[in-house]
């Protein structure tokens, strides 16, 4: 049975994505700056690259790696039971799945 979407199940289901996300992001920053900084600005300074291109090598290693946990937090949320409510993928066409 499809149930209404409210502001109050939107924001639970929200928050669960939120939370797991912003755990998941700052650990992994956490851990992924201080290794890889310490990494990626000691080898790059010593092949006399400027102080810019450890930035962006560190930004773009970042970016991929944030995109990557936040798929990861969404298919953590989609597996969740919130209740009175669950989020299921439900095929739109009638034919069986592949």
């Given at each position: ?9 939107v924001i639970r289901v929200w928050w669960a994505y ?21 990494v990626i600005a000691t080898v ?55």
């Amino acid at each position: 049975m499809e149930l209404e979407m409210t502001w109050h199940r939107v924001i639970r289901v929200w928050w669960a994505y939120f939370w797991r996300a912003l755990v998941l992001t700052m650990t992994a920053s956490a851990l992924f700056g201080i290794v890889a900084g310490i990494v990626i600005a000691t080898v790059l300074s010593k092949a006399g690259a400027s102080t810019e291109i450890p930035q962006l090598v560190l930004a773009s290693i970042a970016s991929v790696v944030g995109l990557a946990l936040s798929l990861l937090t969404m298919k953590f949320v989609l597996g969740c039971n919130f209740g009175e409510f669950r989020i299921a993928l439900v095929s739109n066409s009638p034919r069986p799945p592949r």
